[in-house]
T-cell receptor, first 113, second 112 residues
Framework: SQELEQSPQSLIVQEGKNLTINCTSS?????LYWYKQKYGEGLIFLMM?????EEKSHEKITAKLDEKKQQSSLHITASQPSHAGIYLC?????????????FGTGTRLTIIP | DAGVIQSPRHEVTEMGQEVTLRCKPI?????LFWYRQTMMRGLELLIY????????DSGMPEDRFSAKMPNASFSTLKIQPSEPRDSAVYFC??????????FGQGTRLTVV
């Protein structure tokens, strides 16, 4: 079974609406990373969360880490077409840093006008 | 720096042929990772190196797969012999000891 489960698997949202993507781990999280991937391209780093309760924002994207629940959420406010793509969460399996990232199943986000 | 550079971008080969994928990490990064991405299995870590030394190759699917890092600026992933089920996008990524990994654009491999 997957160590990292993302939900939903796919999401279609009207432009301007808010949305949330969740990432749940079955194992202890030492660090949680969010990446975005456009079709046919590599992954682009969005942000990293390391401490329970930590919250980070970049432009209209906010991510939170709930260490106790071993879960993270990514929230996009007032979505735009540029937000479309596949969002992947990655978990750090060591407490020494980004040594071995394992990734979630991904959430495919589509923004409709 | 130009980022992580992978070559080729696309590779189409016949079953049974040897395939070699290449990666140039970002200068100064200590870690190099090889990932494979498919629709069915998502993004899977195959192997990673630290200072050119393979640390964990538990993700390598079978003996047909091998990876080398002869120096800090170059790594290869070889599949011999290739099979249709190896068709996927292969990503190389590099990182410093701490912090985010930077991914290359990937190599789309098709084995017919």
């Amino acid at each position: 079974s997957q160590e990292l489960e993302q939900s939903p698997q796919s999401l279609i949202v009207q432009e301007g609406k808010n949305l949330t993507i969740n990432c749940t781990s079955s194992k202890t999280l030492y660090g949680l990373y969010w990446y975005k991937q456009k079709y046919g391209e590599g992954l682009i780093f969005l942000m990293m969360l390391q401490k329970g309760g930590e919250e980070k924002s970049h432009e209209k994207i906010t991510a939170k880490l709930d260490e106790k629940k071993q879960q993270s959420s990514l929230h996009i406010t007032a979505s735009q077409p540029s937000h479309a793509g596949i969002y992947l969460c990655g978990a750090d399996r060591s407490n020494f840093g980004n040594e071995k990232l394992t990734f979630g199943t991904g959430t495919r986000l589509t923004i409709i006008p | 720096d130009a980022g992580v550079i992978q070559s080729p971008r696309h590779e189409v080969t016949e079953m049974g042929q040897e395939v070699t994928l290449r990666c140039k990490p970002i200068s100064g990064h200590d870690y190099l990772f090889w990932y494979r991405q498919t629709m069915m299995r998502g993004l899977e870590l195959l192997i990673y190196f630290n200072n050119n030394v393979p640390i964990d190759d538990s993700g390598m699917p079978e003996d047909r797969f091998s990876a080398k890092m002869p120096n800090a600026s170059f790594s290869t992933l070889k599949i011999q012999p290739s099979e249709p089920r190896d068709s996927a996008v292969y990503f190389c990524a590099s990182s410093l000891t701490l912090g985010e990994a930077f991914f290359g654009q990937g190599t789309r491999l098709t084995v017919v």
